[in-house]
Nanobody
Framework: QVQLVESGGGLVQAGDSLRLSCAAS????????MGWFRQAPGKEREFVSS????????YYADSVKGRFTISRDNAKNTVSLQMNSLKSEDTAVYYC?????????????????WGQGTQVTVSS
């Protein structure tokens, strides 16, 4: 069982940066692929980024590529999402997720554990 707690959300202006963090419980954090998803009002949850368990391979949605950076610290059981050059369309609730899939996972169904989410609001 893995419990995930996100933090770092808030209200920022377009062009600003924000760093989201996700703290995970459990002793096997390093074995999980970690991901970030987001859900805007009236829209379905969408993939943002993920990082593999072992090598730390990363993958990004086209909409955030070049602006967002995912990283993990297996010693601290944390995964972070650095978000730069934020746009109003980045406004959403951001969710941290953990899964047992090998490699980089981009589909929500491959993730077994989810956090409660943190709100990110970008004003234009």
């Amino acid at each position: 069982q893995v419990q995930l707690v996100e933090s770092g959300g808030g209200l920022v202006q377009a062009g600003d940066s924000l760093r989201l963090s996700c703290a995970a419980s459990g002793r096997t954090f390093s074995r999980y692929v970690m991901g970030w998803f987001r859900q805007a009002p009236g829209k379905e949850r969408e993939f943002v980024s993920s990082i593999s368990a072992s090598i730390g391979d990363t993958y990004y949605a086209d909409s955030v590529k070049g602006r967002f950076t995912i990283s993990r610290d297996n010693a601290k059981n944390t995964v972070s999402l650095q978000m730069n050059s934020l746009k109003s369309e980045d406004t959403a609730v951001y969710y941290c997720a953990a899964g047992r899939a090998l490699g980089v996972a981009t589909t929500a169904t491959l993730f077994d554990y989810w956090g409660q989410g943190t709100q990110v609001t970008v004003s234009s």
